[in-house]
């Protein structure tokens, strides 16, 4: 047994499959009013908000079953990576925020940046597996 398969059967694994299903599940609430979507990503000065929230959102659903899954798990890692990396700067900065809004737009910041720490500790495990 190697390394890796011991890697397979250790906790890792649950915490992935709750980090996946936990990123999918967020991801799919957004299809529940994307008309909310777009107007919030249109609010935070996103382009293309009519095309680029949807797909977004997609994106991260896919993403999250493939980490969960461990399907393609290199491309669904790095596609996660890069969708919190971005939207966490720029859809919840919450310095910039009003004082109403900057209480939400912390918290999904803070949540957001915990979720993109997990993503990168399985996109080099993704890495190291070949």
């Known amino acids: 047994m190697t390394e890796t398969d011991d890697a397979d059967r250790s906790p890792a694994r649950l915490g992935r499959v709750a980090l996946g299903l936990g990123l999918a599940l967020q991801a799919s609430e957004d299809f529940r009013d994307m ?3 777009i107007d919030y990503a249109e609010s935070a000065g996103a382009p ?3 095309t680029l ?3 977004a959102s997609a994106t991260m659903v896919v993403a999250g079953l493939g980490i ?3 399907r393609l798990p290199r491309l669904a890692t790095a596609a996660a990576a890069g969708f919190l990396a971005v939207v966490t700067t720029t859809m919840h900065d919450f310095w910039n925020a009003e004082e109403d809004d900057a209480s939400g737009e912390r918290l999904a910041f803070f949540g957001n940046l915990a979720m993109f720490g997990g993503v990168v500790v399985f996109l ?3 890495w190291r597996r070949d």
């Open 68 to 70: 969960a899954l461990w």
């Open 35 to 37: 008309e909310d979507t």
């Open 48 to 50: 293309m908000p009519e």
């Open 124 to 126: 080099r495990e993704a």
């Open 53 to 55: 929230a949807p797909l």
